[in-house]
């Protein structure tokens, strides 16, 4: 792509904005928001998730303030541990 198009299209974004990254955003924000109230239905807190998922307690933050994307793994192992906490 020549700096022109580049350059068009980079305006064009700045303009109208990115649908595919609003679209990724709004989905990361409501799975935030479900894995928060699950959290809270459990009666856990973030650094307990971090440890019950071997991870860090700052990655967790990032998942729940909607920062960082949840990959189908870590989805799969959040569903998988809340599951075993009645």
Same mark, same amino acid.
């Given at each position: 792509m020549n700096t022109q198009n580049e350059d068009m299209v980079s305006n064009w974004i700045k303009e109208n904005? *990115?649908? !595919?990254?609003?679209? #990724? %955003? /709004? $989905? *990361? #924000?409501? %799975? !935030? %928001? /479900? $894995? !928060?109230? #699950? #959290? /809270?239905q459990k009666g856990l807190h973030a650094d307990a998730l971090a440890q019950l998922v071997d991870t860090q307690i700052a990655e967790v933050n990032k998942w729940l303030d909607g920062k960082h994307n949840f990959s189908e793994k870590t989805l799969a192992q959040i569903v998988a541990t809340m599951e075993g906490k009645n």
């Open positions: 904005g *990115n649908p !595919a990254i609003e679209k #990724l %955003t /709004k $989905v *990361n #924000l409501e %799975t !935030a %928001t /479900k $894995v !928060a109230a #699950l #959290l /809270k």
